[in-house]
Nanobody, 121 residues
Framework: VQLQASGGGVVQAGGSLRLSCAAS????????MGWFRQAPGKEREFVATISLTGVGKYYADSAKGRFTISRDNAKNTMSLQMSSLKPEDTAVYYC???????????????WGQGTLVTVSS
């Protein structure tokens, strides 16, 4: 499955941003989906994942209470609503897919082109 993240930009600390992930090639309904990010000079890290149906959601501690992951299988899309953004949230955000459980972020792949989020202080 080919994935494309969008919606990034520059936002002030405390602000909000909504990222979207569009898929082509295959139906997303067959995949657990997730968001990951990579800050400058750091390794890519898990942010949030969501189950096939959208009922199950799994968040990194850094995202809990501030970010909300969702999906629309009918539209073949996934989103990440981010609020109360902090400068440390600055990173390139990637969406990814997995044929295994959404509770196993290490199994995610199909990395598409990411979208840059910059949070200014």
């Amino acid at each position: 499955v080919q994935l494309q993240a969008s919606g990034g930009g520059v936002v002030q600390a405390g602000g909000s941003l909504r990222l979207s992930c569009a898929a082509s090639g295959r139906s997303l309904s067959n995949y657990a989906m997730g968001w990951f990010r990579q800050a400058p000079g750091k390794e890519r890290e898990f942010v949030a994942t969501i189950s096939l149906t959208g009922v199950g959601k799994y968040y990194a501690d850094s995202a809990k209470g501030r970010f909300t992951i969702s999906r629309d299988n009918a539209k073949n899309t996934m989103s990440l609503q981010m609020s109360s953004l902090k400068p440390e949230d600055t990173a390139v955000y990637y969406c990814a897919a997995s044929r295994t459980s959404y509770l196993r972020p290490a199994n995610f792949g199909s990395w598409g082109q990411g979208t840059l989020v910059t949070v200014s202080s």
